[in-house]
């Protein structure tokens, strides 16, 4: 089993849909989570971190259930420009040393 | 958010030869940097988290002696692929840790190596 999981896609859908991005991860210890954005042949940018509390920022909504070990990245009125692949990340291990275990990512497509 | 150079983002070379990827960061220094790569449709591996001052600590199946990594300042960690063969042809990035901001790594633009 994978240590993050995501469903690879690809997403189509039209520009101003609602869209959403599950992810699991295997190892409970996990401290900090994060979604991170890649766009074609291009390097991971941050997104957003991920709280226990949900956080939003702008049209961008991140959840994170640690009973479930479960991450949501929630995208309303989608723009052309949200195509890219986006790439759930964890903190593997315990303490502020852990390294970093990417998903897959999940691709999305946003068409006119 | 912090910037970290990687150079070259192409690099283009026969089997056999030695390639050498520099990553700096720009605006912060970091005591811990990390080398990626990443194969086409697949998730970034970490390879090697590198640190100043001291050895890197390379991942299960990474091949130290062929991928060597120096981290000499604080603003610079390099990686040479030495030898390098088409089975090393990925795209290779690096990131550096910006310490006390719980763990976020920003990343360079990567290099694509490509061994004929």
């Known amino acids: 089993r994978k240590e993050v999981e995501q469903d690879p896609g690809p997403f189509n859908v039209p520009e101003g849909a609602t869209v959403a991005f599950n992810c699991t991860y295997s190892?409970?210890?996990?401290?900090?989570f994060f979604w991170y954005r890649q766009d074609c042949r291009k390097e991971p940018k941050l997104l957003m971190s991920v709280y226990s509390s949900g956080n939003e920022d702008g049209r961008f909504t991140a959840q994170l259930n640690r009973a479930s070990q479960y991450i949501s990245l929630l995208i309303r009125d989608s723009k052309l420009s949200d195509s890219a692949t986006y790439l759930c990340v964890v903190q593997g291990g315990s303490g502020n040393t852990g390294k970093l275990i990417f998903g897959q990512g999940t691709t999305l497509q946003v068409k006119p | 958010g912090a910037v970290v150079s990687q150079h070259p983002s192409r690099v283009i070379c026969k089997s056999g030869t030695s390639v050498k990827i520099e990553c700096r960061s720009l605006?912060?220094?970091?005591?811990?940097m990390f080398w990626y790569r990443q194969f086409p449709k697949q998730s970034l591996m970490l390879m090697a988290t590198?640190?100043?001052?001291?050895?890197?600590?390379?991942e299960q199946g990474v091949e130290k002696d062929k991928f060597l990594i120096n981290h000499a300042s604080l603003t610079l960690s390099t990686l040479t692929v030495t030898s390098a063969h088409p089975e090393d042809s990925s795209f290779y990035i690096c990131?550096?840790?910006?310490?006390?901001?719980?763990?976020?790594?920003?990343f360079g633009a990567g290099t694509r190596l490509s061994v004929l």
């Open positions: 190892n409970s210890a996990s401290q900090s």
């Open positions: 605006d912060f220094q970091a005591t811990t």
């Open positions: 590198s640190n100043e001052g001291s050895k890197a600590t390379y």
């Open positions: 990131s550096a840790r910006v310490e006390g901001t719980k763990n976020i790594q920003y």
